[in-house]
């Protein structure tokens, strides 16, 4: 929407009033709040209406998708409205230039440290990666988002605390704050924002026109937040559910015995297969941690279990199928190629570490 048609609108002596936007959106947010506060019994009803036994691999599956489809649907809605609206009063210009002047590092170690208070798995990142990236911030510190997001945060650290103690808790938090700050500023080096999909780079383009605020009512705020909804979640939501639906039947099927016995293999080439094995999976660190839990008791290697550990929640398959929509491949291949690598380098030292 251009310069000319707010200021039109903001001259128009018939111009509605706001309150009964205000109004509509107050509703809309109470409504959002109902909608995920019953995600977990929505979905167990579901499961429990099909003919389908509940502790199966298909019924755990089935769960597992219907619990985290309108999950990350609902986030991304949220996500994609609220950085409509803040990207209203902040240009990308504006953004650009706040965190050139704290420097690419220090502006990666900023985009880390959100991530760690941002309790989400990979896919519920992905959403607020897609209006970082719209909203024209750098595309290094978006991933270092993106990383630290969903493989360090604050329910992954108290779980490692009390499984294996403070010292790997500790150590997990330098390394897993490491990869994501180092890989981010890495990928914003290389200077790779050609290789967005022309889609993004549109948006970005529309969004750096200047619009200044005392143009913009707050209803126009609020119509640019829902166009933005309109644009984005128009365009992601099939790969959304692409690839929770691919999650979810590995979720179910995957075979545990199989990573029993490779992880615990004691040879050179264990952390590179636990990081080839994670990648197809799909949980949160809460949920992957149970599972590292049970592996170190069956005897895996401490650095190969927690490769595996932030393989799942750094570089998830389903991950890759709905950013597909956002990256080229050739830049899902950069990102996975040098988040692996710091991915290698922690399991590695880990087992030189605590082995």
Same mark, same amino acid.
């Given at each position: ?14 111009r ?7 109004? =509509?959106?107050?509703l809309?947010?109470?409504?959002? =709040? ?5 995600l977990?019994p ?6 429990s209406?099909?003919p ?7 019924? $755990?599956?089935?769960?597992f ?5 309108p ?15 803040v ?8 953004t650009r ?5 704290k ?27 897609? =209006?970082f ?20 945060n ?42 967005? $999909?022309?889609w ?10 200047a619009?200044?605020?005392? $143009? ?7 119509k ?12 992601v ?34 952390v ?21 839990e ?8 401490? =650095? ?7 393989s ?13 929509k ?30």
């Amino acid at each position: 929407m251009t310069v000319e048609t707010f200021s039109a609108r903001d001259s128009d002596p018939k111009r509605p009033s706001p309150w009964g936007w205000i109004a =509509g959106l107050g509703l809309a947010l109470l409504l959002w =709040g109902i909608a995920y506060s019953q995600l977990v019994p929505i979905s167990e009803r579901l499961v429990s209406l099909l003919p389908v036994d509940r502790s199966s691999h298909f019924g $755990q599956a089935l769960a597992f998708f219907f619990y985290d489809t309108p999950k990350v649907i609902l986030l991304l809605t949220l996500i994609v409205f609220a950085m409509g609206i803040v990207r209203s009063y902040f240009s990308p210009e504006k953004t650009r230039a706040a965190l050139a002047g704290k420097g690419e590092g220090p502006a990666n170690v900023m985009a880390a440290g959100l991530g760690v208070l941002t309790p989400f798995c990979s896919c519920s990142a992905v959403p607020l990666f897609i =209006g970082f990236v719209s909203a024209g911030i750098p595309l290094g510190v978006t991933f270092s988002f993106l990383i630290a997001a969903p493989m360090v945060n604050e329910v992954a650290l108290g779980l490692l605390f009390g499984l294996v103690g403070w010292q790997v808790a500790l150590t997990y938090l330098g390394f897993g704050l490491g990869v994501a700050i180092v890989a981010g500023w890495v990928i914003g080096r290389l200077r790779l924002e050609g290789w967005l $999909q022309d889609w993004v780079k549109d948006i970005q383009t529309v969004g750096s026109v200047a619009i200044p605020d005392e $143009q913009l009512t707050f209803v126009d705020r609020i119509k640019l937040g829902i166009d933005a909804v309109r644009d984005i979640v128009g365009r992601v939501w099939m790969w959304i559910i692409a690839g929770i639906a691919v999650g979810g039947l590995i979720h179910g099927y995957v075979p545990a015995d199989l990573m029993v016995r490779v992880m615990g293999a004691d040879a050179w080439w264990s952390v590179p297969a636990a990081v080839v094995m994670g990648i197809p999976m799909y949980t949160n660190a809460a949920g992957v941690i149970p599972i590292v839990e049970a592996l170190l008791e069956k005897g895996a290697a401490l =650095g190969t279990t927690l490769a595996f550990m932030m393989s799942v929640i750094a570089l998830s398959l389903p991950e890759m199928i709905i950013l597909r929509k956002v990256l080229t491949m050739r830049l899902i291949a950069v990102f996975i190629g040098v988040v692996g690598t710091g991915i290698l380098a922690v399991g590695f030292l880990f087992n030189m570490l605590f082995g």
